[in-house]
């Protein structure tokens, strides 16, 4: 193995051998990989042995090169090892986070094939296996299945960050977390540069308190850069220092093929009637031409005016059963119809907002189409990631530039990423505000004294550099000490003494208070959609666009055209429209991409 040495991280620069790598294995876990796949993809062949071994690994690389199955197949066979003798406990074993709750329904539906293959293998060999248990554990889980993870818990927990800092101060379930070994953190380049990233951070640090070991911690991400800052994010400090850590950069490995137009010759001078209409016209001939494509537009009211007008243009040629639109205001349930229809090679094109940029598995796109600018070099690299989908195939991207300044832009853009120049991650420094959230939630899970609750949040690399004097303040400010704030209704959360320096939870409603307000997303005022006859939920829209609908009025969401009827506290119901009516298109004001240059 080459490498080489910085600053407590290893970057490889030669994989392992194909039989050193799958020596790590058990041999039915062996079986199952040389029976469905031909060779390890680079990926798997740089980090199945350092897994094994308990190293801290982060890697990066295209969709579809192998990241997901790199990181857990040394892990299930680990699992499978102690399994097989007997030792394998009903507690948590692994953490996957993601930050999306699709990402996390996929990856479950992933990991399930192989490890009843790997039992149903091993089996025919004579060696009866235990099941391996694997639960998501989001906003979308029931309570009763939450209450049947108490009684048998998952030796895989799939959840997200905010999930993550709601089971660390779950007094029953918490206990399952003391076993955790791995802790695998997907689209990590979705989270390093933002306040979530930052809330996710303090959590790993909170739950690497809870243990008696060192948590083995991988991170996978397709455009990440510097990778050492990506990697200080994920492993944290200790003694000053940032955790030893191995980097596999596999991310240029893959071939692009990009290419920027305009719908007319003339962007200053043309009309937007004459610039829409030629915009159709090269959506339906790039759909024509391929088997599926897949197209970014940014917002979900440009999302759902895209399937609209294409519907409308040529409904002889498109329908529900082959175009569809896909954005979180949609129902789990229409979306993951999309997903699987996509999946399955059922959708001519399928549009998005941002909610199919992630790695969520979709099967073979022949090309991706941007209208107007991403707004992100990472995210451009990322957005035509979706196609091309095996590691060798050549990812193809169109980009439509709709006006003069995205045109600029996208030339900039382009040039960037053709130049392997992607956006910096720049990891937030000490924001108060999530501190203040975890320092409540350490709160309740006992007595604390500042020193120590000091060295636990400076393991954070966000936190690395925060004084005793920065945190008695917020502690300070926390008990509410500050008089003057209670004018504006700001009371203490927990008690604070100075003369010992210790915290705690002050009252019976600091774990409401806690659970209520935590997580870095910006809320959305929705309301909820409901579909007459029958009351099914389909989506949602914003209550500003709400209050502008009146009975019989018509409008979009998934594409597809309803009349609203009434509205009921904070939900809308509607029934489908007849073809051919004029719809107006829900607009969301909280989704705007700002600029990464």
Known sequence: MSSYLEDNFIFLKKPFGKKESLSVLQPYVKAWFEKNFEDLTPPQRFSLKLISEGKNVIITGPTGSGKTLAAFLSILSELFKLGEKGELLDSIYVVYISPLKALDNDIKKNLTIPLTEIRKLASESGINLPEIRISLRTGDVSSSEKQNQLKLPPHILITTPESLAVILNAPKFSIFLKTVKWVVVDEIHELASNKRGVHLSLSLERLQNLVSHEIVRIGLGATLFPLEEAAKFLVGYENNAPRKCYIVDVSWDKKYDLKLITPVKNLVYSSADELNDSLYNILDKAISKGKTTLIFTNTRSGTERVVFHLKEKWSNKYNDQNLGAHHGSLSRDIRLEVENKLKNGQMKAVVSSTSLELGIDVGFIDQVIQIGSPKSVSRAIQRVGRSGHGFKDVAKGIFIAMDRDELVELIVMLQEARSRNLDSIEVPKKPLDILAQHIVGMSLYKKWKVEEALSLIRSCYAYRDLTEDELISLLRYLAGEYVELEDRK????????????????????????????????????????????????????????????????IFVLGGKLYKFRYARAMKCYVEHAPKGSTPTIPSWFSEMLPLSF
């Open 490 to 553: 700001v009371y203490g959360k927990i008690w604070f003494d100075p003369s010992d320096k210790t915290f705690g939870k002050r009252g019976k409603y600091t774990r409401v208070i806690y659970y209520l307000n935590i997580g870095a997303i910006p809320d959305e005022v929705k309301v909820d959609v409901y579909k007459l006859p029958g009351k099914k939920f389909i989506g949602g829209i914003e209550e500003s666009f709400l209050e502008r609908l009146r009975p019989n009025d």
